[in-house]
Nanobody, 124 residues
Framework: VQLQASGGGSVQAGDSLSVSCEAS????????MGWFRQTPGAEREFVAA????????YYGDSVKGRFTVSRDNAKNTMALQMNELKPEDTAIYYC??????????????????WGQGTQVTVSS
């Protein structure tokens, strides 16, 4: 499966922004999907993940209550709605997919396929 993230941009603290991930070459029906983010010099940080059906969702502690992950298997897409954005949310956001997460959905190494990333910048 190929993934392409889009929708990043520059916003002010407190604003909302949505980023999307479009999959191609294969249906995402059988994939666990996740969002990670990364800043220069830092490890890739888990943001959110969603199971095959979309019923189970998981979030990193820093975004709980502010971000919402969703997927539309019919459209082969996943989205991340980000509310109450903070300057510390500034990062490149990556979408990822895997069929199995042996060590947990929050572990970047468990994801086999990655999109190219989209920049989100939040100014104070």
């Amino acid at each position: 499966v190929q993934l392409q993230a889009s929708g990043g941009g520059s916003v002010q603290a407190g604003d909302s922004l949505s980023v999307s991930c479009e999959a191609s070459k294969e249906s995402i029906d059988n994939y666990l999907m996740g969002w990670f983010r990364q800043t220069p010099g830092a490890e890739r940080e888990f943001v959110a993940a969603i199971d095959w059906s979309g019923r189970s969702k998981y979030y990193g502690d820093s975004v709980k209550g502010r971000f919402t992950v969703s997927r539309d298997n019919a459209k082969n897409t996943m989205a991340l709605q980000m509310n109450e954005l903070k300057p510390e949310d500034t990062a490149i956001y990556y979408c990822a997919a895997t069929k199995f997460a042996d060590h947990g959905l929050e572990v970047a190494a468990d994801y086999r396929y990655w999109g190219q990333g989209t920049q989100v910048t939040v100014s104070s």
